[in-house]
């Protein structure tokens, strides 16, 4: 199992039914640690900033004081491991993990043009109603590069609906006739 899985795992374990909570702060203070210039790594740099993260707490008073405390030592104990390089895969299979466990599908939409409210809606209807999901979460990006069109991925589902992907394959099948 990969690092990021089996930190995932530690902070999902730890926190229980307070993991959604936890992940909301653990995303406010992560964003804040980021921006720490210099090594950030080793015990006494791990206490140092365990310091900090206690006094700028403000930024999450709507979490419970075990939840910080648990976020606050989580964050630390990444510092002090020489691993919080890894926060942004970490943030992203605990949320993967969580939205498992209440089963949220999340569904990435690239296109080249921003998508109309409606049919967002419309899409994640139809998903929820295909795969029996309870939940469906639409990340959406804007990708210029695509020309036109779409891409979708669900789960392992993948549609490349998009004029860049339709002139790739184009591409590919002229060039395996030549």
């Known amino acids: ?100 466990r209440n089963g949220t599908l999340t569904v990435i939409f690239e296109s080249a043009a921003p998508m109309d409210g409606v049919l967002e809606e419309e899409l994640k209807t139809r998903i929820a109603r295909q795969t029996g999901a309870v939940n469906v979460k639409m990340k959406t990006r804007l990708v210029p590069d695509l020309l036109g069109g779409y891409r979708l991925r669900v789960g392992g589902f993948y549609v490349d609906a998009s004029v860049k992907g339709q002139m790739e394959k184009m591409q590919a099948e002229l060039e395996a006739v030549l």
């Open 1 to 100: 199992m990969p690092r990021d899985n089996r930190w995932a795992v530690v902070f999902i374990s730890v926190l229980g039914e307070n993991a959604q909570e936890g992940l909301s702060c653990l995303k406010a203070l992560a964003g804040p640690v980021k921006t720490v210039s210099g090594a950030l790594f080793g015990y006494s740099a791990a206490r140092r900033l365990e310091k900090l993260l206690r006094e700028s707490v403000s930024a999450v008073q709507n979490s419970g004081g075990i939840v910080v405390e648990y976020v606050i030592r989580f964050i630390t104990l990444l510092v002090e491991k020489n691993q919080f390089k890894y926060i942004d895969l970490i943030l992203q299979r605990i949320e993967e993990r969580i939205d498992g």
